[in-house]
């Protein structure tokens, strides 16, 4: 019996030609259509022939993976009429990958192979995938892309600082900054548009908060910077430091960092992947059920009364909390350590007492302090201490027995040191809103 045009998976080859003969491939098992299909605008219903109705818009769609049964929302092909959308792979780590082959049909093992294309070679044809079939390629042309964020404007500093202006829809952008030294090349990738966190001394923050980045918005970063910086360098540390509290981005954040150190992609070690937060405490304790990245904290002061001041999410999660869910998230390993981050600001935060009083807070916290110079921005009301200042406060620091750096500023000729990315916000946020909100 002729099997019917649904029940043929859009993957089955041309027959196989022996001499004269023709010996069809038999069809590849394929799941029961989907009943829900992502679509713009939210996710469609099939109606009673089983095509998509457009006027059958869900008000509150289930979310895509997750435990969804994939016989009831997946990505089964569809028929040309109810084609409404194109998956972005370049978002989807292996597990996605694999899910996404399995529901249209095909083995999972392809999810390695679209991995080891995307991320390891940079290729974004997928006529150029030349180990899989040609019926897979064009269904993958079809109805799937790779699509990055769009460079809008490339600058390099005269210490070879590089940093992109990242266009991610038509209203925002992002800014990702890559860092040369000596035998490494530190990418610092953005994980909001914006930030709505308020932190007084930092660009970003003034400009407002828009929207969570996408896993392919977050990887892009990486999938860009490795395309232009080619053979010439190579990221081999990856910091969530740019826009953006990562850990209100969570769920993308630790997609996006577990793309970051698989096998098939980057191949990055936890080491060298560091995610900076100003101390979401409920996300990092969630932080340390799910991953194990390097931790980083933007603390900036040694006691509540300043903290307020500089870093207003303090007012929701002191600094006892903090460092208490730092020490829960390094755990036992005695060899990993918290990278403590302290924006010095003349008057403000760099006395004497001030590094006597951090010493004192960080005595029993395995860490180590990176002290960072303030990088003005317009309309800022702080100064950065005089190199003598910030030489003192290290040496206070370090007599107590704490690893202490000074980070050198890097890029402030095209406004990509610390604290000074900006990028294009459209600002949703009210600016002063309330922090119960937030977390």
């Given at each position: 019996?002729?099997?019917?045009?649904?029940?043929?998976?859009?993957?089955?080859?041309?027959?196989?030609?022996?001499?004269?003969?023709?010996?069809?491939?038999?069809?590849?098992?394929?799941?029961?259509?989907?009943?829900?299909?992502?679509?713009?605008?939210?996710?469609?219903?099939?109606?009673?022939?089983?095509?998509?109705?457009?006027?059958?818009?869900?008000?509150?769609?289930?979310?895509?993976?997750?435990?969804?049964?994939?016989?009831?929302?997946?990505?089964?092909?569809?028929?040309?009429?109810?084609?409404?959308?194109?998956?972005?792979?370049?978002?989807?780590?292996?597990?996605?990958?694999?899910?996404?082959?399995?529901?249209?049909?095909?083995?999972?093992?392809?999810?390695?192979?679209?991995?080891?294309?995307?991320?390891?070679?940079?290729?974004?044809?997928?006529?150029?995938?030349?180990?899989?079939?040609?019926?897979?390629?064009?269904?993958?042309?079809?109805?799937?892309?790779?699509?990055?964020?769009?460079?809008?404007?490339?600058?390099?500093?005269?210490?070879?600082?590089?940093?992109?202006?990242?266009?991610?829809?038509?209203?925002?952008?992002?800014?990702?900054?890559?860092?040369?030294?000596?035998?490494?090349?530190?990418?610092?990738?953005?994980?909001?548009?914006?930030?709505?966190?308020?932190?007084?001394?930092?660009?970003?923050?003034?400009?407002?908060?828009?929207?969570?980045?996408?896993?392919?918005?977050?990887?892009?970063?990486?999938?860009?910077?490795?395309?232009?910086?080619?053979?010439e360098r190579r990221v081999t540390n990856v910091v969530l430091m740019g826009m953006g509290e990562p850990l209100l981005n969570f769920n993308n954040v630790v997609a996006a960092t577990e793309l970051m150190m698989d096998d098939f992609t980057y191949c990055l070690s936890k080491r060298r992947v560091t995610l900076s937060t100003s101390g979401v405490v409920p996300a990092l304790d969630r932080l340390a059920e799910v991953s194990d990245v390097s931790l980083a904290v933007s603390l900036h002061a040694p006691d509540d009364a300043l903290r307020d001041e500089l870093v207003p999410i303090n007012r929701k999660y002191p600094i006892k909390e903090l460092l208490a869910a730092c020490k829960r998230y390094i755990g036992k390993e005695g060899r990993r350590k918290v990278t403590i981050e302290y924006v010095l600001l003349d008057g403000v935060n760099d006395s004497p007492a001030h590094a006597k009083a951090l010493a004192k807070l960080?005595?029993?916290?395995?860490?180590?302090?990176?002290?960072?110079?303030?990088?003005?921005?317009?309309?800022?009301?702080?100064?950065?201490?005089?190199?003598?200042?910030?030489?003192?406060?290290?040496?206070?620091?370090?007599?107590?027995?704490?690893?202490?750096?000074?980070?050198?500023?890097?890029?402030?000729?095209?406004?990509?040191?610390?604290?000074?990315?900006?990028?294009?916000?459209?600002?949703?946020?009210?600016?002063?809103?309330?922090?119960?909100?937030?977390?």
């Amino acid at each position: 019996m002729e099997p019917s045009s649904l029940e043929l998976s859009p993957f089955i080859r041309e027959p196989l030609k022996t001499g004269s003969e023709e010996t069809p491939l038999a069809p590849l098992e394929i799941p029961p259509i989907p009943l829900f299909q992502r679509g713009v605008g939210g996710i469609y219903c099939r109606n009673e022939e089983g095509i998509l109705d457009s006027a059958a818009l869900l008000p509150n769609p289930p979310p895509m993976g997750g435990g969804v049964n994939s016989t009831l929302l997946g990505g089964f092909p569809e028929t040309e009429s109810a084609s409404l959308s194109r998956t972005n792979l370049l978002g989807l780590n292996r597990k996605a990958m694999e899910d996404y082959f399995r529901s249209i049909g095909d083995k999972p093992f392809r999810a390695v192979q679209l991995l080891q294309w995307i991320h390891q070679r940079g290729v974004d044809d997928f006529s150029a995938m030349t180990n899989l079939s040609k019926p897979l390629r064009t269904y993958l042309a079809s109805h799937c892309e790779i699509r990055p964020p769009e460079i809008v404007l490339a600058q390099e500093a005269s210490d070879g600082v590089r940093k992109w202006v990242l266009q991610v829809d038509a209203n925002n952008r992002i800014e990702t900054v890559f860092i040369p030294e000596e035998g490494r090349g530190t990418l610092c990738v953005s994980s909001q548009v914006g930030c709505a966190l308020d932190c007084s001394f930092c660009s970003t923050a003034q400009q407002g908060f828009n929207r969570n980045l996408s896993v392919a918005e977050i990887i892009g970063q990486l999938w860009v910077a490795q395309r232009e910086l080619g053979t010439e360098r190579r990221v081999t540390n990856v910091v969530l430091m740019g826009m953006g509290e990562p850990l209100l981005n969570f769920n993308n954040v630790v997609a996006a960092t577990e793309l970051m150190m698989d096998d098939f992609t980057y191949c990055l070690s936890k080491r060298r992947v560091t995610l900076s937060t100003s101390g979401v405490v409920p996300a990092l304790d969630r932080l340390a059920e799910v991953s194990d990245v390097s931790l980083a904290v933007s603390l900036h002061a040694p006691d509540d009364a300043l903290r307020d001041e500089l870093v207003p999410i303090n007012r929701k999660y002191p600094i006892k909390e903090l460092l208490a869910a730092c020490k829960r998230y390094i755990g036992k390993e005695g060899r990993r350590k918290v990278t403590i981050e302290y924006v010095l600001l003349d008057g403000v935060n760099d006395s004497p007492a001030h590094a006597k009083a951090l010493a004192k807070l960080l005595a029993n916290v395995p860490s180590k302090v990176n002290l960072i110079p303030f990088n003005p921005f317009p309309n800022s009301r702080y100064r950065c201490p005089s190199p003598e200042t910030i030489t003192r406060f290290s040496e206070i620091v370090q007599q107590a027995g704490l690893i202490t750096t000074t980070r050198k500023t890097r890029g402030g000729d095209i406004d990509a040191a610390c604290g000074q990315l900006v990028g294009r916000v459209n600002d949703k946020s009210k600016r002063h809103f309330k922090l119960q909100a937030i977390a």
